[in-house]
């Protein structure tokens, strides 16, 4: 199975969930998904497949104010990352894994098998539930001063983005042709907001910024 095909597969189910699918290759999902929530924050769900196995797959949460996968550097809770065995109870794994092993969170769902693909989607409904009545952790990324600087830029960039092309700058770190279907102004309007507010500035900072706004702005007029 290619992981084109895996991703269709799955992606009709998790759409059923309201996230939204989106082809993105920065931060390095095979298979991205996000939604937008009633709190202003969003909820993305990325899914890996193995390297050594075409079928194989597993997905991991990332919670907060933006959309940017995996990152937890600095001050942004670990805890917004994380894979749905570590929201599950003993028992519940010990179901859903089919296995004895008390301290296995992590498990690979086959793309292959309608059931497993089941019951990794009522993993999902489970356990975001879980993930987002966490007021605790919601408290820590509202208090981030990472979080707060990266939703900052994200912002800045989806109002500076109509202006962009009669602003005029130089730019030397945007890509050299569209990403993911992001068209370029995106990229532009990333390395202008970085460079405005004294940001990092390198090709990979202005691709994961422009990602990361031109997915938010998707997502905030989709509700």
């Not at 199975?1 to 931060?27: A, C, H, Q, V, W």
Request: charged share 25%.
């Amino acid at each position: 199975m290619t992981k084109d095909k895996l991703i269709s597969r799955i992606k009709i189910s998790i759409e059923k969930l309201g996230y939204s699918f989106f082809k993105e290759s920065i931060t390095g999902a095979q298979g991205f998904f996000s939604k937008k929530l009633e709190n202003g924050f969003y909820l993305s769900l990325g899914l890996t497949i193995d390297r050594y196995s075409d079928d194989a797959f597993c997905g991991t949460f990332y919670y907060s104010k933006t959309v940017r996968w995996s990152a937890v550097w600095g001050d942004i809770p670990e805890e917004s990352y994380i894979r749905p065995g570590h929201l599950l109870s003993e028992i519940e794994r010990k179901h859903y894994f089919s296995t004895e092993n008390r301290n296995l969170y992590d498990y690979r769902w086959s793309g292959f098998d309608n059931l497993s693909i089941a019951h990794f989607v009522e993993i999902i409904k489970l356990t975001e539930v879980r993930l987002l009545n966490d007021n605790y952790l919601k408290n820590r990324i509202e208090d981030s001063i990472d979080v707060t600087k990266l939703s900052h830029y994200s912002s800045e960039v989806k109002k500076t983005v109509v202006k962009i092309n009669s602003i005029n700058s130089s730019y030397s770190f945007i890509p050299d042709k569209e990403i993911d279907r992001i068209p370029m102004e995106w990229f532009k309007a990333a390395e202008y907001t970085l460079k405005t507010h004294k940001g990092i500035l390198n090709k990979n900072t202005v691709k994961s910024l422009a990602a990361d706004a031109f997915i938010q702005n998707i997502l905030d007029n989709n509700t």
